[in-house]
């Protein structure tokens, strides 16, 4: 069973039983962005955690097989920048932001990088009375330029 | 004075003084990121705060003056997918977690984006013996579709 | 079912039914750009709405259903640039009219965009002797940039 | 004089005469989008507004001049999709609503297209409780396919 | 039915009687090239010209049906510039004699363009001695820019 | 002399002299488009008709040199895709009808290409009362591909 | 059958068979490297050729006619460049010796090109102790531009 | 003096001189095409070619020095399919002719490639009643795959 | 079989069985990598070595001879960037690294390359208290460019 | 002093001086690929091995100065894939070794990635009778994904 064949089964029993991504999260010890980008197919599991989120939706060890596979992964953007309107914003925010971002980074830590896979995400919603808002948080080692 | 112009300005005033973005975004009660974005050419500023900066600085009228103009934004991104490292770690993040991130924000707000307009950004160092992490927080409104 | 089989369906009953979005529109008393946008896949709808639009085509729940889910938008335009006429002509206007608007906009509002997510869009014709018009109308709320 | 220059000199002048597009455009009595557009070198004009323009700026004849040619239209997109946000935006509704609009544009008027030549934008402040809105109104002769 | 089927159905049908594009516009009374390019599937039939392309082929309603659908046009194009010979050599005319072309009708008829929509296209063969030639003639209503 | 800086002198002189292409064509005996294309620095001129343009233009041995240069041609469309309207038209054309053309012409001379350098092509203006219309006429040699 | 199909049904057979190109095309009476061309889709043959290889290879006379087929050509290059290293070679020669060749072919020839459809190529092996080296000889007659 | 100041200084003393690519290939003992190739910049000379090319174009030691630097290739070719007609013929035998070339030489000398590298190509005029042809010679080592 | 029922009989045979490259490569007595790069359809096995991998995956015959064929290779990376950010990496050091590589190269070695087809790669674990590393040595035969 | 002056400088210095990378290498106690990378532009050096750098070179403060600075990495390579035959190669490795590395590296490490940071690259001559070789060793990090 490849990623995408795993993707459609657990977005069907995850329909079928009408779970959230927290719900699922909650049941497996783990964050929620973590939990739906792992069933989506951009991150594996260990053994354990597969078995799990397959308990979780009453699913096979093929897919608990599947969920364990290293994967290929960011096929879906293969036209380099993203149309959907919710995934454009990231790009956008790293065009305009993405300059001072970088300057203050190398300002504060130095020539290097926010790891990206020492890394973690999460979102949270922020209850305001003029329209709530998405708080995404970020945190990735900085990992200094080795000068060797 | 164009945005370009000013830049070149900005950062070799803010050189020759030894000044930070976070020193100079104390001086103008503002945060460092945005304080940062302006300065590179990626935001604009109110007639106050840009008085504020080239008072900082010791710049002149025609450098507030370009602070204040609404910039053509984000040119220096021309060929789509950024090659400097620390700038694609956040294209890498958007290929990778973008899926995830999206799926569980209409999860629980419907179907919209988080606004990269209404929006802030904030970078912060965590200490860490393994190694400091950086920090990122994105905070911006949900704005969900019209249906009319 | 997913948006691909969804909006086939939709289009066969469409055609078996004989109807045209604005009678469908009026039933459902929504506009009918937004009705073709929702049916062809590019919005989601309410519970309610979806209920509607499948009672007027006699299609089942699961169009229903998938009439409710947050679609991955523009995915035909795959190409970046789109080669079919009536579409490219949005984007010749985008080309040829977007600095002039975009100017004009940030004079009268000041730094921020149209939003296009709280955002409504109309077509009308036109009837005029030397050959009838489109006219065609956006309607999105001024989002100011915020400064933080 | 190039269109480039012709475009500096004129938005220098504007500036220091503390004019917007609309006061000019009322000075000259065309719209305020048409004739920021002009100025900004995407579209021409004839010699007798060319010399209006230059008589409201102060301008001399090669300003004129240049004001008449036929431009190179739409060489500041050089990279296919814009990356300003205000800019981005029109993309992303050709990206979102242009099937729809595609779809029901063809069941009212048959196969053809909205002119961008015999054609006419305007931007208006629509107010708002909420926020203002931008309203922008196309206007477009539509043009049916010959079949031979 | 759809285009593509629709498409392949034509062909089939068409080789299988050993007709050719001239014979059926000839049975139509159209031109042959818009005669391939609407069985091709890149422009649309009235329903009479679609009872009368299915007649000649002895094909059934479905296809008269597709024929007469709008068409999301230049599909077939989708990697931008033509790989194929015969159809490159439109594009390098376009690279090699394009500026020319644009200045001469400037001058000749003003701002504007020659229409694409309504507009005809017709292929000869010129006898000559050397080597026979292809000809074609491209007939489009010159459409002058609005200046409103 | 390179060919940017031939152009510019050219178009110099021609503008101080209020000519126009037909014009020039008519004192070399040339057709207009091709007069055009080589002034433009898409063509070569032979040492003869390069001295007949200088000479109509009042321009020096420099510039003739330069005109009987064998071009680096196309490299204004060096974005893939033109963006000016009236360049794109011919865009569409191919994208539109560029595949029936292709089929009538291999149906009728066999398989091989209208030659793009063997190659001729006029613009006329044809009078029309519903609006005048450009006429464009392209002739090539057909060239049968070999089989060895 | 399409190209494709006839491709694969060619490749079956000849490995069945056990041939080589140069052996089917010794059979035929024509090079190897235009009968590769030709059975892999992107060359069409007589039908008196088609006739052979089909005779050769044991195959119907729908591979036959779909030899005769006038090809869409190029569509296996459909990313631009190619990442096969053997193909790739091609566009590397192109981009490092096709300056030279192209100015000495003007030099010698004058303003035109080496036809590729008029044109013949093909492949030897040269002994050689260091290690056999590959020959390839391209013949194409040479087309100068006309001036009209 | 980098590679594009020397190319300028050649290319004017070459001018000057009245001198042709195989001229100078005959004063130095080396191809013709090669000659072009390293002068226009593509190809670094020995110390001793380079004192050679540049005594013929009473050139000084500054151009010899930038004669046998070795270059960054190809940077003419910026835009991935080159424009120029006589350079785009090879791109298009490359999308033709290339996969059965391919296929022809791994049956001939197996898994590998043509070099590029150890590789050398000359271009001859071949006289023919029916117009001269242009004759290109590749010949490059061929280099099998390792199997390690 | 093609390449790519080739690639995954073997993957799911190797998972069937519990092997690991690593394994396999000992069994046939070549290295991890190549044999990976093979097993995956990117490059070519002798006869022997194809009956030796088929063996040990106890496959057939029609697995042996896919094995031994020639591929198309590289067709994985047909978004020119790959987005996984294994893979990216490599893009990575060519962006920051390449350039410095190349200079070093150039002054030990001359103008030439490191081949990529006479070429090893392999990759080790290096243990490390810090983290382990991953050890990869390229080695490829210096090719110095001819001069002819 | 932006990084592309200060590479100048250090150019035009080091051949002036008649320098290699690896005597500027040793003379600083770093290594040559690293020192090449560093004074082209691509990497940041400290204060004191900027002081070193510029003192080997007879090169000021400013030059100093620039060599700190964390640069924008990667611009040369503003095409996406780099056309330079040296430089392609190592494009060339990702595409066909690239997917086998890869498997490899996630059988022996799990799901992560090699650091391109916290990462050393070497050259070195291997000699070797039938031509010397380029050995290049990679070394970095491994790191695994975090799952939280």
Chains 1, 2, 3, 4, 5, 6, 7, 8, 9, 10 share one sequence.
Request: charged share 30%; net charge negative.
């Amino acid at each position: 069973m490849d990623k995408q064949a795993m993707k459609q089964a657990i977005l069907a029993a995850k329909k079928a039983k009408g779970l959230r991504w927290d719900h699922i999260a909650g049941e497996i010890n783990m964050s929620p962005v973590w939990t739906a980008t792992c069933c989506l197919g951009e991150a594996s599991a260990t053994e354990e955690i597969a078995q799990k989120i397959t308990a979780v939706l009453d699913l096979g060890d093929d897919v608990a097989d599947a969920l364990t596979e290293c994967p290929m992964k960011g096929q879906w953007l293969d036209r380099g920048i993203p149309n959907d309107p919710m995934l454009y914003r990231f790009y956008e925010i790293l065009s305009v932001f993405g300059p001072g971002i970088k300057d203050y980074v190398h300002e504060e830590f130095g020539d290097g990088i926010m790891s990206a896979i020492d890394f973690m995400v999460d979102v949270e919603r922020e209850e305001n009375p003029k329209g709530d808002r998405v708080k995404i948080v970020m945190n990735g080692k900085f990992l200094p330029y080795v000068r060797w």
